[in-house]
C-alpha cells in the first residue's frame, strides 16, 4: 500500500504563491503518473495537473501558465508550484499516485487547505 502525505497548503492573497509537496511511502513496486486533484465543496474533484514517470506533463486549461509540476522519482515527491493564485483557486487540493507493478493501483492524500483572498 502507498502512503500519500501533502503539505504547503496555506491562506495567500490574489496573486501570491505556494508550493504544494506530497511524498509517497508504504510498501510497493514503483509509482507511475502522481497529480493534483481539488475539490470545493458541493462539487465535483478536479484535475489540477498529472506528471508521468518520464516527467510528461498535463495541466487544466485554469492553470496552464500559472502552475508547474514537477517530480523527484528519488524521492518519490511530486510538487506543485503554484503563482499568480487568484480566488477561484482556493479549493482542498489532493495528491495522488498510481502505482504497482503489472497492474496500477490508485492512492489519495488526504489534502490540503489552499485558500486565496481577494
Known amino acids: 500500500q502507498v502512503q500519500l502525505a501533502e503539505s504547503g497548503g496555506g491562506a495567500v492573497q490574489a496573486g501570491g504563491s505556494l508550493r504544494l509537496s506530497c511524498a509517497a511511502s508504504?510498501?510497493?513496486?514503483?509509482?507511475?503518473?502522481m497529480g493534483w486533484y481539488r475539490q470545493v465543496p458541493g462539487k465535483q474533484r478536479e484535475l489540477v495537473a498529472t506528471?508521468?514517470?518520464?516527467?510528461?506533463?498535463n495541466y487544466a486549461d485554469s492553470v496552464k501558465g500559472r502552475f508547474t509540476i514537477s517530480r523527484d522519482n528519488a524521492k518519490n515527491t511530486v510538487y506543485l508550484q503554484m503563482n499568480s493564485l487568484k480566488p477561484e483557486d482556493t479549493a482542498v487540493y489532493y495528491c495522488?499516485?498510481?502505482?504497482?507493478?503489472?497492474?496500477?493501483?490508485?492512492?489519495w492524500g488526504q489534502g490540503t487547505q489552499v485558500t486565496v483572498s481577494s
Open positions: 495522488n499516485a498510481q502505482a504497482g507493478q503489472f497492474t496500477a493501483a490508485n492512492f
Open positions: 506528471i508521468g514517470s518520464g516527467g510528461t506533463t
Open positions: 508504504g510498501r510497493f513496486f514503483r509509482i507511475r503518473d
